[in-house]
């Protein structure tokens, strides 16, 4: 029932941006992490950027590129994405870990994915 509704890829030059949206909708109660990972052909999925009530977590290679953000009252992820590289070219997805009404435990949900294209 819970679902997450990505947006904002697509391609763009080097040094340019992009913004992802990731809305979530459904039965979440409560949620306690929203995040961006990326998946590149061949390589693992990896852990781009993450924000909880208080902290904000980036990977190296998108410090001070990305900025993660949240509205609460949208149940809403953004990724802002500047001085965007080759490198980023990947399938973006959108992931929540939060937990459903009288449910015990968080579960983790996952958006359908995003394309991001960088290039010339």
């Known amino acids: 029932q819970v679902q997450l509704v990505e947006s904002g890829g697509g391609l763009v030059q080097p040094g340019g941006s992009l913004r992802l949206s990731c809305a979530a909708s459904?039965?979440?109660?409560?949620?306690?992490?929203m995040g961006w990972y990326r998946q590149a052909p061949g390589k693992q999925r990896e852990l781009v950027a993450a924000?909880?009530?208080?902290?904000?977590n980036y990977a190296d290679s998108v410090k001070g590129r990305f900025t993660i953000s949240r509205d609460n009252a949208k149940n809403t992820v953004y990724l802002q994405m500047n001085s965007l590289k080759p490198d980023d070219t990947a399938v973006y997805y959108c992931?929540?870990?939060?937990?459903?009404?009288?449910?015990?435990?968080?579960?983790?949900?996952w958006g359908q994915g995003t394309q991001v294209t960088v290039s010339s």
């Open positions: 992931n929540v870990v939060g937990r459903v009404r009288n449910g015990i435990s968080p579960s983790n949900y």
């Open positions: 459904g039965s979440l109660f409560s949620i306690n992490t």
């Open positions: 924000i909880t009530s208080g902290n904000t």
